[in-house]
């Protein structure tokens, strides 16, 4: 045998003791098949829509690149208060924006804190509703949106065409359960608390068909339900010299401004 094959045939070798040790690291019987990925989500969905009132203090990072191919992140933060099925108060405060969302189950009012401005419609109905409202004809979507929605499973399983088991994960000191769903649009990962309150600790959103992939994570801490939230009465007070504007009107409120929207590959 040849130096050369000698040299191929120990490399072989090598190569396959630390394929055994990394499969030895992940063994098959820890991870849960698809059908058992799809009814812990469904768990966790049946677990959000049980409850008739939830908060949380949530951190967010959109993640994007320019088209220099530089890969920025903005990162922001803030909290939500939610009574089913139609009281929500949202804020978020970043770099570029400070927010504040207010809905009573017929008006929406959304305030512009660092610019002192804000914009009021008449928007009857659900928290469901208002989420497509929000997305479709203000632009304005919702931090986790999908994950606030009455049945969380059916607004986000139909699409999937693969699932993935990645074992378990700590997000803020809480072991979650890890899985990663595809669908032709997006990809999507989620951490869901183990135990008896299967809430989300962590959501992100990877947008395929997007240059650079852009992702939006949010990770969800200070998680509370039922007679843990402290009482709201969802009603907007509006600011001392507050100027009220249309819904068009109110600058920058999202977590991509302007200055960045002209920068992101593929956009204007």
């Not at 690149?65 to 903005?74: A, D, F, W």
Request: aromatic letters at 8%; a positive charge.
């Amino acid at each position: 045998m040849t130096y050369v094959a000698l040299k191929l045939k120990k490399s072989v070798k090598v190569w396959a003791a630390v394929l055994a040790m990394a499969a030895l690291a992940c063994p098959p019987a820890a991870r849960a098949d698809e059908a058992q990925a799809r009814a812990l989500f469904k768990a966790m969905s049946d677990y959000l829509a049980a409850q008739k009132a939830l908060s949380y203090e949530y951190d967010s990072t959109l993640e994007i690149v320019t088209k220099e191919k530089q890969k920025l992140g903005l990162a922001s933060s803030g909290t939500v208060t939610l009574n089913r099925p139609d009281k929500i108060r949202v804020t978020r405060s970043g770099g570029f924006a400070n927010v504040e969302l207010v809905f009573d189950g017929k008006m929406l009012s959304l305030l512009g804190k660092n610019v002192n401005k804000y914009v009021q419609a008449d928007v009857p109905g659900t928290v469901d509703q208002l989420v497509d409202v929000l997305r479709d004809k203000l632009h304005r979507p919702l931090p986790g949106a999908d994950l606030l929605m009455s049945d969380v499973y059916q607004q986000l399983m139909p699409q999937v065409v693969n699932v993935k088991d990645l074992g378990s994960g700590v997000i803020h000191g809480t072991e979650c359960d890890h899985f990663a769903f595809r669908t032709r649009e997006v990809d999507w990962q989620i951490w869901i608390a183990q135990g008896d309150r299967p809430y989300p600790c962590r959501y992100a959103i990877t947008s395929t068909k997007v240059t650079g992939w852009p992702q939006y994570t949010i990770d969800i801490r200070a998680w509370k339900a039922g007679a843990e939230v402290a009482s709201d009465d969802f009603s907007f007070k509006v600011p001392t010299g507050a100027i009220k504007l249309k819904p068009s009107d109110l600058p920058d409120v999202d977590e991509l401004p302007g200055m960045f929207r002209r920068k992101v590959g593929g956009g204007k």
